[in-house]
C-alpha cells in the first residue's frame, strides 16, 4: 500500500481580513483511511472542508494530493485532481432519477449524435449500489421519493464513484435517524476497501469513535491535535474541544 | 386507502406522475367530447383538423422553447415581442433582398434579444421575470418604431409556401413544422446532455454547479434558445398571414405558458416535457375551434375555456414536487 | 349669347346647391376613396325576403373585439337576418390578433357559411385572412376596413361604415354650442394611420376652423393607447391651463381624460368625444365635463352589413360604401341616443344620474 497521503496539508493559515479562521492546520488524510475532523462550532471545520474542496485558497500553507502540490481557484480544479464533497445540503436534484444525479454533469452518451446512454448509466449506477450495498428501490427512482438515509447514500456513492483521492464529508448523518444512521455508517466504512481516503466532518464524538481511525480536533481556528482513535477516548476528545484542561501535542 | 394509493397498484399506468398524462387524456376527452357533439358540423373533416394544427404551430415552436426555458428555472416574458420583431424585420428585408436574408436577419435578432436578456439573468445575476419584463415593453415599442405601426407585406412564394402557406405532398408545410419542431425539441430535451443540465440547473442550481455545470452559461443559451423559438414563430405567422404587424404574437405569451404548464412542465423550473407541450399547444387550439363550432358565444366561449383550463392545470400541478 | 350664359350660370348654381345638400354625405370617403351611399338606400324588399328565405342560407360572424358597440352591430345584423331567414352559426373574436382573424376565418369556413361579417384588423394582414372564404364564393361584407387587394364585387360586396366626416363635424358643432361658439380647444387625435378615426379627427379640426372663427385649437395631441390617455391629459391640461373643451378621438381615451380632469379640480372644461360608453355617459348625465357624444348607429350599421349580404346572395350589386348617419347624443336625449344607437336602454346608473341630476325647472326662480 502506498505510503504517501492521499492528502497532505501542512501549516495551512487562513485570514478573511482581519479574522483567522485556520491557524496552522497540518493533517495527513491516507488512502483506506477515515480521519474524522471535529470541534465546537465556530472552530473552522467548514473552512477546512472548503479549503480542500477548492472554494477558498489558503492564505498560506501547502496542500498535497498524493504528494503532488496543488493551487485549486475553484471547485471543478480540486474534482478534477479527484477530490469529492458530500456537502450537508447533499446537492442532489429532487426530481431526477438515482442515476442521473449520479452522473450529474458527467452523463454518458453514445452514437454520434450525443444520445444519452440511460441503459449504460442505469447499469453502472446498479452495480455501484450493489457494491456499496445500498438499498434504494431502483437506479431509476425518483430522489424526492427515497427518505433521508436513501438520499444520503446516494450522495456517498456519487461522490465515492466519482472521486480518485480523497472523499470529504460535511455531517453525513446529522439530519437522520437511527437506523439510516447505521446504514449510511456502514457504507462508509465500506468505502475503505475502495482505497479512498476519507475525510469526515461530524460533531457526533460516538460515531467518530465508530467510523475513524484518526481524530484532528480544532478549537477556534487552532489545531488542537491529532490522536489514533484506538489510543484516545471520549473524555480526552471533548477537553480537546472545550479546552478545559488543555492538553500538549 | 385513499384514491391515490389504489391507483398506484394498476400495473404500468399506476407509476406515472398524472402531470405527465393529465394533457394526454385531456387532449382524448376533449377531442372525443367534440368528435361526438360537433359530428355534423365539420369537426372532424381533415381540412378542420389540419386547420388546428395550423393555426397552432407558431404557439407549438414558442411552447417547446419555453418549456425548455421554464425547466430551467427561468422565464421569457418577451417572446411575444420578438415575433413581431422578427416579422417585421424579415418582412422590410425581403422587400428589397432574398428571402433567406429576411430569415436569417429575423431568427438573428430573437437570438440577439435572447442573448441581452440572457447576460443580464445570467452574469448581472437579475431575475428573469424581471428582466424579460421589461425588454417586453422595451421590445413592444421598438415593433412599434420598426416600421412607425405601418403593416409590411410579403409577397416572395418561396417563403411564403416554405414558412407556412404551402405544402408539401400534400402535407401542409404548417403540420411539418410541428412535427419536426416537436421531434427535434424532444431529442433535445430528453436525449442530450444539455436537456438533462438544463432539468438539473431548474432542479438545484446549487447542485448543478457544485456538480461542474456551468450554470450560468446554461441559462444563457436557454434564453437565446426561447427567444430564437420566438423569432422562428414570428417568421411561421409571416408566412401564413402574408403580412408583418406590429400587434404579432401580442397576445400569445399566455397561451404559450398555458401550453407549457397544462402539458406538464413546472413554472418553477426541474420538471417538464416537450411533447406535453406541444399536445398542451395543439389542446388549446382544439378548444377555440370546437367551441366557435359549437356556435356559443364569444363570452361563452371564454368562460368554458379558462374553466376547462383551470382543471387541467389543478390536474396537472397537484403532484408535491420536494418531499415533504 | 345671355341665355346660354344664363343657363350656365344656372346650372353651375344648381350644382352648387345639389352639392352641397349631399356634401354631408359625400364628404366622407371609404378606404379606396369610394364615395358614400346612405344607408338607407339599403333595403330588401317583401319579395326578396321571401327569396333568401327559399335559400336557407348561414352566415357567420367574424369580429375583432367584443364591445357594447359590436354587440349592437350583431344584434342590428341579426335581426335583419331573422327576417330573412339566414341562421348564424358562428361568432368569432380576435382580440385585435391579425393571425388570430385568419384562424378564426378558417375555423367557421368548417360550418361553410354563405354569408360573413366581419371587420378586418388591418388591410394587408387580411388579405390573407379572408382569402380563404373570397375563394369558396362566400359572401363578404366589411365593417369599416377592407382587406388590401379585395375589389368590390368580385371579392366582397360591400364596406359599412359610419358617416365619418359627419362624426366629427357635429362634434365639432356640439362643442361650438355648449362653448357659446367662442374658446379655447384642445384636439386630442388618433396618432395612427387609420382612416376610420383620421377621417372623424380632421373633421372636427376642419369644421372648428372653418366654421367657428371665434374658436381655436390651442393644442394638439395624438395618441396611440388609450391607456395613456390620463397622462396625456395632465401634460395638455398643465400646458394649457386656459382651455374651454377638448375633443377627444373616442370614448376609451376620453375616459382618461375626465380622470385627469378631476384630479387636476379643473371644473371649466368640456368635453366632447366619439361613441358612447357608460363611465362617459354618467359624467354626462351627472351634468359634468361631458358635453355632448356623437354616436354612431351600431345598430343601423348592422342592419346594412346583413341587407348587403342579402343583395350579393340575390345577385344583386350592394352600394361600395354604405354610411350609416351619425347621432349627435346630449344630456336631452341620453335615453333615446342609447336606443338608435346601441339598441338598448341606457345601463342603469346612467338612468339613476339622469333623475338625480334634473336640471332646475323653468319657469320660477
Known amino acids: 500500500m502506498n505510503t504517501t497521503p492521499a492528502l497532505s496539508l501542512r501549516n495551512i493559515h487562513k485570514s478573511f481580513g482581519g479574522i483567522v479562521a485556520v491557524e496552522d492546520l497540518s493533517l495527513d488524510v491516507r488512502r ?58 447533499l446537492a442532489l436534484a429532487e426530481s431526477q432519477p438515482v442515476y442521473m444525479n449520479l452522473f450529474l454533469a458527467r452523463e454518458k452518451t453514445k452514437g454520434w449524435f450525443g444520445k444519452l446512454d440511460r441503459a449504460g448509466m442505469i447499469a453502472e449506477t446498479e452495480e455501484l449500489m450493489r457494491e456499496l450495498n445500498v438499498r434504494i428501490p431502483s437506479a431509476k427512482s425518483t430522489i424526492h421519493k427515497l427518505s433521508g438515509g436513501q438520499r444520503q447514500a446516494v450522495a456517498i456513492a456519487r461522490a465515492t464513484h466519482w472521486a480518485t483521492n480523497l472523499v470529504l464529508m460535511d455531517e453525513p448523518t446529522a439530519a437522520l435517524g437511527v437506523t439510516e444512521t447505521c446504514k449510511v455508517e456502514d457504507i462508509i466504512t465500506g468505502l475503505k476497501a475502495r482505497s479512498l481516503a476519507i475525510l469526515i466532518v461530524s460533531h457526533s464524538l460516538d460515531q467518530v469513535f465508530r467510523l475513524s481511525d484518526h481524530i484532528c480536533v480544532l478549537r477556534r481556528g487552532k489545531q488542537i ?25 | 386507502m385513499s384514491v391515490r394509493s389504489t391507483f398506484r397498484r394498476i400495473p404500468v399506468v399506476g407509476q406515472l406522475e398524472p402531470s405527465t398524462y393529465v394533457v394526454y387524456v385531456g387532449f382524448l376527452l376533449i377531442f372525443a367530447a367534440f368528435a361526438v357533439l360537433l359530428r355534423d358540423q365539420g369537426f372532424l373533416t381533415v381540412s378542420n383538423l389540419l386547420n388546428i394544427v395550423q393555426e397552432t404551430t407558431p404557439v407549438t415552436v414558442m411552447a417547446i ?55 443580464l439573468v445570467a452574469y448581472a445575476r437579475l431575475p428573469s421575470f424581471l428582466v424579460t419584463l421589461a425588454t417586453m415593453g422595451l421590445l413592444a415599442g421598438v415593433a412599434r418604431w420598426m416600421t412607425n405601426l405601418q403593416s409590411v407585406p410579403v409577397i416572395d412564394t418561396t417563403f411564403t409556401s416554405l414558412f407556412g402557406s404551402g405544402s408539401l405532398f400534400g402535407i401542409p408545410s404548417l403540420v411539418i413544422w410541428t412535427a419536426l419542431a416537436g421531434s427535434l425539441g424532444h431529442y433535445v430535451y430528453r436525449e442530450t446532455r444539455f436537456g438533462a443540465r438544463v432539468l438539473a440547473t431548474g432542479d438545484n442550481p446549487h447542485a448543478a454547479r457544485a456538480a461542474g455545470i456551468k450554470v450560468d452559461r446554461l441559462r444563457l443559451k436557454v434564453l437565446i434558445l426561447g427567444s430564437t423559438c420566438a423569432a422562428l414563430a414570428g ?57 366557435i363550432l359549437m356556435g356559443l358565444a364569444v363570452s361563452e366561449q371564454m368562460i368554458v375555456r379558462g374553466f376547462i383550463i383551470l382543471v387541467a392545470i389543478a390536474l396537472t400541478l397537484r403532484e408535491p414536487h420536494r418531499a415533504p | 349669347m345671355l341665355s346660354k350664359h344664363c343657363f350656365l350660370t344656372a346650372a353651375l348654381g344648381g350644382i352648387v346647391v345639389l352639392g352641397n345638400s349631399s356634401l354631408a354625405a359625400a364628404q366622407t370617403v371609404g378606404p379606396n376613396g369610394e364615395a358614400a351611399t346612405p344607408s338607407s338606400a339599403l333595403t330588401l324588399t317583401d319579395a326578396e325576403v321571401a327569396k333568401l328565405k327559399e335559400g336557407k342560407y348561414s352566415a357567420a360572424l367574424v369580429w375583432h373585439t367584443s364591445s357594447d358597440f359590436i354587440s349592437a352591430v350583431t344584434a342590428g345584423a341579426i335581426d335583419e337576418f331573422d327576417r330573412a331567414g339566414i341562421k348564424v352559426v358562428a361568432t368569432t373574436d380576435a382580440g385585435f390578433d391579425s393571425a388570430r382573424q385568419l384562424s378564426d376565418v378558417e ?43 379585395y375589389k368590390q364585387g368580385a371579392d366582397y360586396g360591400s364596406i359599412v361604415s359610419d358617416d365619418l366626416f359627419q362624426m366629427g363635424k357635429q362634434a365639432a358643432d356640439a362643442l361650438a354650442k355648449s362653448l357659446l361658439y367662442k374658446g ?25 376652423e372653418n366654421d367657428y372663427k371665434n374658436m381655436s385649437i390651442v393644442a394638439r395631441q395624438g395618441i396611440t393607447d388609450p391607456a395613456r390617455a390620463e397622462d396625456v391629459a395632465h401634460a395638455l391640461l398643465t400646458k394649457n391651463p386656459d382651455l374651454d373643451g377638448i375633443y377627444v378621438t373616442w370614448a376609451e381615451p376620453a375616459e382618461g381624460v375626465l380622470a385627469a380632469l378631476r384630479s387636476a379640480g379643473n371644473t371649466k372644461v368640456k368635453i366632447v368625444t366619439l361613441d358612447l360608453s357608460e363611465p362617459i355617459a354618467l359624467d354626462m348625465a351627472r351634468g359634468g365635463y361631458v358635453t355632448a357624444i356623437v354616436a354612431d348607429k351600431a345598430f343601423e350599421l348592422g342592419r346594412a352589413m346583413a341587407v348587403a349580404a342579402g343583395y350579393g346572395l340575390l345577385g344583386k350589386k350592394a352600394p361600395a360604401f354604405a354610411v350609416a348617419p351619425a347621432l349627435t347624443i346630449t344630456r336631452e336625449n341620453l335615453g333615446e341616443g342609447y336606443r338608435e344607437s346601441l339598441n338598448r336602454e341606457p345601463p342603469q346608473s346612467v338612468l339613476d344620474a339622469l333623475q338625480a341630476n334634473q336640471p332646475p325647472s323653468r319657469g320660477g326662480h
Open chain 2, 65 to 119: 422553447g419555453m418549456v425548455f426555458v421554464l425547466s430551467a428555472g427561468e422565464i421569457d416574458l418577451s417572446i411575444g415581442s420578438v415575433v413581431a420583431i422578427a416579422a417585421l424585420l424579415a418582412a422590410v428585408l425581403m422587400r428589397a433582398h432574398n428571402w433567406t436574408l429576411g430569415v436569417a436577419a429575423g431568427l438573428g435578432a430573437g437570438a440577439l434579444v435572447g442573448l441581452i436578456n440572457g447576460a
Open chain 2, 235 to 291: 417568421l411561421l405567422y409571416l408566412g401564413r398571414i402574408q403580412g408583418a404587424r406590429y400587434t404579432l404574437g401580442e397576445t400569445d405569451l399566455l397561451t404559450v405558458i398555458a401550453a407549457a404548464v397544462v402539458g406538464g412542465t413546472r413554472l418553477d423550473g426541474g420538471t417538464g416535457t416537450v411533447l406535453g407541450g406541444l399536445i398542451g399547444s395543439l389542446l388549446m387550439g382544439m378548444l377555440n375551434n370546437g367551441l
Open chain 3, 184 to 208: 379655447n380647444v384642445a384636439w386630442i387625435f388618433h396618432d395612427a394611420q387609420y382612416y376610420v378615426t383620421n377621417q372623424r379627427d380632421n373633421a372636427f379640426r376642419k369644421t372648428i
Open chain 1, 32 to 89: 483506506g483511511e477515515i480521519v474524522a475532523l471535529v470541534g465546537d462550532n465556530g472552530a473552522g471545520k467548514s473552512t477546512v472542508v472548503k479549503i480542500i474542496a477548492g472554494m477558498h485558497q489558503p492564505s498560506s500553507g501547502e496542500i498535497r494530493l498524493a504528494g503532488e502540490p496543488v493551487h485549486f481557484t475553484d471547485a471543478s480544479q480540486s474534482q478534477a485532481k479527484g477530490v469529492q464533497v458530500v456537502y450537508q445540503d
Open chain 1, 225 to 249: 491535535g491529532v490522536r489514533q482513535t484506538k489510543q484516545t477516548d471520549k473524555n480526552e476528545i471533548v477537553s480537546m474541544i472545550t479546552g478545559l484542561k488543555a492538553s500538549s501535542r
Open chain 3, 107 to 149: 375555423t367557421v369556413m368548417a360550418k361553410s357559411p354563405s354569408v360573413i361579417l366581419a371587420l378586418p384588423l388591418d388591410p394587408i394582414g387580411s388579405a390573407k385572412a379572408f382569402q380563404a372564404a373570397k375563394e369558396k364564393g362566400v359572401q363578404l361584407v366589411f365593417l369599416s376596413n377592407v382587406p388590401a387587394g
